[in-house]
């Protein structure tokens, strides 16, 4: 059997065991893996449209299996959380010549801040060659965090001054997101690391969270961050941010390990096992409370250094789609 006619077997399989209608009046709407932070979210989305299971067509497949069938025509709508750009999307506008982004509205946009730790983005119109214009959705953050028994004020304000400052030497695609503009994002109900804060006021931002206690720092020229699997994003870029850090802060070394992301990385730097560490702002904020993974088992000493690049919720579509925004679906 072709990849197509796999593709277009499991998504009937899929939808037959959601118990969705198949008599073609309804959305057919890719949601993303079963239990997945994708799927999560896309109800999220929906559900702050007033949008209920039984008004749509639930597809959960994977995000690059479920545009195969956006570009076959059964599926209307995709969601994804991805870097920017994402090579799946412009894959599928080479393959369709059609592609449209969906925009979320003011009012969806302030009811989901209000509800959860996602927050509002904007992709702007050159993220893709097809948007004609800005498009508003929401991310959460990817986020580097320092142990505040390890890193000093001089050595915080050291990471964040390179990082920011040599960007330019970071090949990755996502290290276009470290810039002053969005150094802040995710760092809401997060502690600030002192000297990372000293950088950026020093920039002429206004900080306003709260500032990190640090601990009685020995002095050390040996680091270890912790990034995330090699086939993923973390991975990649942290070794290129560590080589960054290695090529302007003398007198110190830093190591990358692979690691399983976030949880593993802020455990490591509660346990005194790593220094820095790559998470999304939603656990490290659990972590820092004490909540979900971390009940009862709260990371104390771990500060916020600056964001590093944004995990966009993304909702693609065609311009053949019967569905042409949110509110079609609920009228349908």
Known sequence: MNKKLLVAATLTLSTALSGCDMGGSKA???????????QKVSRMVLGAYGIEDADYNAYQERFGDALDGVQDGNI??????????????ESLQAAS???????????????IE?????????????SYKFLEQDVQTIAAFAVLMGNTNTISEEMGYQLAKVMYDNADQITHSQAKFLTLEHALNGGDALKIHPGAKRFYEEKGLTVTL???ELGDITAKDEFILGTGSQGGTYYPLGGEIATTWNNNIPGANFT????????????????????????????ARNALEGKAEFAGAAVDNAAFIGQIYPEVVQIVSREGSKVSSFDSIKAK
Do not use: C, W
């Open 28 to 38: 057919n709407i890719a949601i993303g893996p079963a239990a997945s932070t994708t």
């Open 76 to 89: 209307d709508i995709s969601m994804g959380i991805m870097g920017l750009p994402a090579g799946s999307i």
């Open 114 to 126: 209000s509800t959860s730790d996602y927050r509002r983005f904007i992709i702007g119109k050159d």
């Open 256 to 283: 990358n390990v692979e690691t399983s992301a976030s949880i593993e990385n802020l455990v490591s730097i509660r346990d005194g096992k790593m220094d820095l560490g790559m998470s999304v702002h939603v656990p």
């Open 97 to 111: 010549g059609d592609v449209r982004m969906l925009s979320l509205s003011d009012e969806v946009v302030e009811q």
């Open 210 to 212: 709260p500032v990190a």
